[in-house]
């Protein structure tokens, strides 16, 4: 009777609890506090300023979906959270890219946010923070749309690198350093690498000793400009002495590229760079800071303009992917596959502009004029430059 008793009693605590709501509550949603902002004016982005091991720990993971609300009430909604720019041109992201101060906001190879929003009423060409009518008084909270949607696709794509020189079989593969000889372009006349002056990935010193062995005589500089070259300079580990006789005897031109292969400035500023290069001696290097996405577009169109097929310039292009990661053909395919058709076929569609085209078996020196030549080149200027490449 005493145990039938207590029965009753728990039975009716039970049901007590559920009557008055003491129920266990909901997990509440996750969500940062407000992040206070920076204009990252190289690409157009946005800094949130949270660390990326702070916004992890908070329980975010590369892959998720999140939603981004700024104080001004411009939103970004179900984008996805990465360590890379996995997303196709135009595209906006959550990146936590490694060697980043915090979480950046950005749209992958573009500035139009405003209207991809729906908020096409400011006039193009501006970069996200403008497009999002942001000021340094602005903040912004990062919440999670949907754990995981994106996971697939940062599975497939997460590829990272070492800095580290032991990691790699020679000095050649970790500087990512090689002569482009293909269509008419001849042997050591131009050269492609990571950065000769920028050091943040260890590189510089290994790249300035093969300009000098390779005879080196000018350099097209797309990721920097005068200050950031000067701030190099002063840098502690800086140790690259030839480039530095190259810079201060006025063989280096500085371009500063931004990443939106789309745009117009883009295209003009990759001709005027082209017509200072081909006032002066080759050999040439192009480099940005890797040697991967705005050199891998200039080596693409410089080949494309010199008579190269397809294949050799796929072949090119995807050689900095196996001296990074070691992702080839034979070893990753669908990896191989993925960055080919994401990133070297659809610029090379872009520069082209007629989607009836079959990139991979038309004749492509004209596209490559045709965009100089719409970017400001003349072709007087163009056969200039070929003539130093080619002959």
Same mark, same amino acid.
């Given at each position: 009777?005493?145990?039938?008793?207590?029965?009753?009693?728990?039975?009716?605590?039970?049901?007590?609890?559920?009557?008055?709501?003491?129920?266990?509550?909901?997990?509440?949603?996750?969500?940062?506090?407000?992040?206070?902002?920076?204009?990252?004016?190289?690409?157009?982005?946005?800094?949130?300023?949270?660390?990326?091991?702070?916004?992890?720990?908070?329980?975010?993971?590369?892959?998720?979906?999140?939603?981004?609300?700024?104080?001004?009430? +411009?939103?970004?909604?179900?984008?996805?959270?990465?360590?890379?720019?996995?997303?196709? *041109?135009?595209?906006?992201?959550?990146?936590?890219?490694?060697?980043?101060?915090?979480?950046?906001? #950005?749209?992958?190879?573009?500035?139009?946010?405003?209207? @991809?929003? !729906?908020? &096409?009423?400011?006039?193009?060409?501006?970069?996200?923070?403008?497009?999002?009518?942001?000021?340094?008084?602005?903040?912004?909270?990062?919440?999670?749309? =949907?754990?995981?949607?994106?996971?697939?696709?940062?599975?497939? /794509?997460?590829?990272?690198?070492?800095? &580290? /020189?032991?990691?790699?079989?020679?000095?050649?593969?970790?500087?990512?350093?090689?002569? +482009?000889?293909?269509?008419?372009?001849?042997?050591? @006349?131009?050269?492609?690498?990571?950065?000769?002056?920028?050091?943040?990935?260890?590189?510089?010193?290994?790249? &300035?000793?093969?300009?000098?062995?390779?005879?080196?005589?000018?350099?097209?500089?797309?990721? &920097?400009?005068?200050?950031?070259?000067? /701030?190099?300079?002063?840098?502690?580990?800086?140790?690259?002495?030839?480039?530095?006789?190259?810079?201060?005897?006025?063989?280096?031109?500085?371009?500063?590229?931004?990443?939106?292969?789309?745009?117009?400035?883009?295209?003009?500023?990759? #001709?005027?760079?082209?017509?200072?290069?081909? =006032?002066?001696?080759?050999?040439?290097?192009?480099?940005?800071?890797?040697?991967?996405?705005?050199? !891998?577009?200039?080596?693409?169109?410089?080949?494309?303009?010199?008579?190269?097929?397809?294949?050799?310039?796929?072949?090119?292009?995807?050689?900095?992917?196996?001296?990074?990661?070691?992702?080839?053909?034979?070893?990753?395919?669908?990896?191989?596959?993925?960055?080919?058709?994401?990133?070297?076929?659809?610029?090379?569609?872009?520069?082209?502009?007629? *989607?009836?085209?079959?990139?991979?078996? #038309?004749?492509?020196?004209?596209?490559? @004029?045709?965009?100089?030549?719409?970017?400001?080149?003349?072709?007087?200027?163009?056969?200039?430059?070929?003539? /130093?490449?080619?002959?």
């Amino acid at each position: 009777m005493k145990k039938a008793n207590n029965l009753i009693i728990l039975t009716l605590v039970i049901l007590m609890t559920m009557l008055t709501g003491c129920q266990p509550k909901e997990p509440e949603t996750l969500k940062t506090p407000d992040l206070s902002l920076a204009h990252e004016t190289e690409f157009g982005g946005i800094y949130l300023k949270m660390t990326i091991d702070d916004f992890n720990a908070l329980g975010f993971k590369y892959g998720d979906s999140v939603n981004i609300s700024f104080s001004n009430g +411009f939103t970004m909604e179900d984008i996805p959270y990465y360590n890379g720019y996995y997303v196709d *041109a135009g595209s906006p992201l959550l990146i936590a890219y490694p060697g980043y101060d915090y979480i950046k906001a #950005a749209i992958n190879y573009g500035e139009d946010l405003w209207e @991809r929003a !729906g908020l &096409d009423n400011l006039m193009a060409g501006e970069t996200l923070w403008l497009k999002a009518a942001l000021d340094e008084n602005s903040t912004g909270t990062i919440s999670l749309n =949907e754990a995981g949607k994106y996971l697939d696709i940062q599975e497939a /794509r997460d590829i990272s690198y070492s800095d &580290d /020189r032991s990691q790699f079989d020679s000095d050649v593969i970790f500087a990512n350093f090689r002569n +482009f000889a293909m269509g008419n372009i001849k042997e050591g @006349r131009i050269y492609r690498s990571a950065s000769p002056c920028d050091n943040q990935h260890k590189r510089a010193p290994y790249v &300035d000793a093969l300009m000098k062995e390779n005879g080196i005589s000018a350099i097209l500089n797309l990721s &920097d400009n005068t200050d950031k070259i000067s /701030r190099y300079i002063d840098m502690d580990d800086f140790s690259s002495v030839y480039f530095l006789s190259l810079y201060e005897t006025g063989n280096v031109i500085p371009i500063a590229l931004n990443m939106n292969y789309l745009s117009e400035e883009f295209a003009a500023k990759i #001709a005027n760079g082209l017509i200072q290069l081909s =006032e002066k001696e080759a050999p040439y290097l192009v480099h940005c800071t890797e040697g991967k996405d705005r050199t !891998g577009f200039v080596c693409m169109l410089i080949e494309m303009l010199a008579g190269a097929k397809y294949q050799d310039i796929a072949d090119d292009y995807m050689l900095t992917y196996d001296n990074y990661y070691k992702i080839t053909q034979q070893k990753d395919p669908a990896r191989y596959k993925t960055i080919l058709e994401k990133n070297l076929d659809a610029m090379m569609k872009f520069v082209i502009g007629d *989607a009836s085209v079959d990139y991979k078996t #038309a004749e492509l020196s004209g596209y490559g @004029r045709s965009y100089l030549i719409k970017a400001g080149m003349t072709d007087q200027q163009i056969d200039l430059f070929l003539k /130093r490449i080619c002959e």
